[in-house]
């Protein structure tokens, strides 16, 4: 007979094995709503590319997506220390789901009217920067409280690998869905992916030991730059960190132009279908998850890291909304 999570699990309440109910509910909504979010991004660039036409307007809602994640990224991690990752993770999906769905909703009920249309994709997108900012951190941060400390680099290799798959899987079927049945009904889907991922997270139990709260609001803005501070702190203090945060800032400023410019160059100079977008995307995905199993089988230390680190080119995936 199988032991019981409460059985199975440390004096911290940290379960004792890795695939544990909790672990897996959360794996299972996040790579449910990775497709979700595939789908939302196809239907933003092909929508965009066809009613406009213009780069710099993909460019600019692409822009507003990803702003409020620059700038509320650090306070995000602040907030997943001091407040239940649990809470964070199942309003942050709810959250994002009814988002999706009145995009979706807003896109069906009305006709023509392409500039109220773009401004609503804007607004969408700020939402979900700004929601994702405090979402995002929550979940990498319960992963350390779902599993095993000695199981954690295989619990993360599963989350970036569901990740991975999963939009794969989308950009995969999402060129031709988009040809199909068009940019209202994949973002509905978003919205019932992003409500089934908070469903499964429901019954999720994230053991954490919450600080203490201040006991004023200037004590707790205070804790919450002393935490950002430290947080800063940490990451510069270190080269290998610092030289890493500074490697990704670079190349996303490199290849993000890529998820604007390459549909432009397989609509409107090559004349292909949005299927082959999707197509192209989902090959890179594959070639990721070939990466990542091929980092889990072969042992890089030293040196060589940084050599097998240097030799990818762009961030997976192009954030487009």
């Known amino acids: 007979m199988q032991p019981s999570d409460a059985e199975s699990a440390a004096d911290d309440g940290t379960p004792r094995r890795l695939f544990n109910r909790h672990f897996l509910l959360l794996w299972q909504g996040q790579t449910v709503s990775g497709v979700g979010i595939s789908l939302s991004q196809i239907a933003t660039v092909y929508w965009l590319l066809q009613e406009t036409g213009s780069a710099t307007t993909m460019g600019l809602v692409s822009m507003a997506a990803a702003l409020p994640g620059v700038i509320l ?15 964070l993770i199942v309003i942050g999906d709810c959250l994002l789901g009814v988002a999706a769905l009145c995009l979706g909703f807003a896109f069906l009920a009305v006709d023509g009217a392409v500039g109220a249309k773009v401004a609503a994709l804007v607004v969408s997108g700020v939402l979900t920067g700004i929601v994702s900012s405090f979402f995002r951190p929550a979940v990498m941060a319960s992963i350390p409280n779902l599993v095993p400390t000695t199981r954690l680099s295989t619990a993360n290799a599963m ?6 798959a999963s939009m794969g899987i989308g950009t995969a079927i999402g060129g031709v869905l988009f040809r199909l049945l068009g940019a209202p009904a ?5 919205g019932v992916t992003y409500l089934v ?3 499964s997270e429901t019954f999720i139990r994230v053991p954490q030991t919450l600080p203490q709260a201040p006991p004023s609001m200037r004590a707790l803005f205070s804790a919450f730059v002393s935490d950002v501070a430290t947080g800063l702190g940490h990451v510069w203090n270190r080269s290998g960190l610092r030289n890493m945060v500074l ?3 670079v190349l996303n400023l490199v290849s993000a132009p890529t998820g604007v410019l390459l549909p432009i160059l397989l609509d409107q100079h090559r004349g292909l279908a949005p299927d082959w977008f999707g197509y192209l995307m989902a090959a890179m995905a594959a070639g990721n998850v070939a990466g990542m199993a091929f980092a889990g089988l072969v042992r890089i230390d030293g040196p060589a890291r940084l050599a097998w680190g240097s030799a990818r080119s762009s961030p997976w995936p192009p954030q487009l909304s």
């Not at 990224?73 to 990752?85: N, Q």
């Not at 989350?159 to 991975?164: A, E, H, I, Q, Y």
């Not at 994949?186 to 978003?190: E, S, V």
Request: avoid cysteine; glycine fraction near 10%; charge should be positive.
């Open 197 to 199: 991922s908070a469903l």
């Open 186 to 190: 994949l973002f509905l889907a978003n």
């Open 159 to 164: 989350n970036s690998f569901s990740m991975t």
């Open 73 to 87: 990224g650090p306070v995000g991690g602040a907030i997943a220390d001091r407040y239940s990752r649990k809470r």
């Open 247 to 249: 490697a990704f800032a």
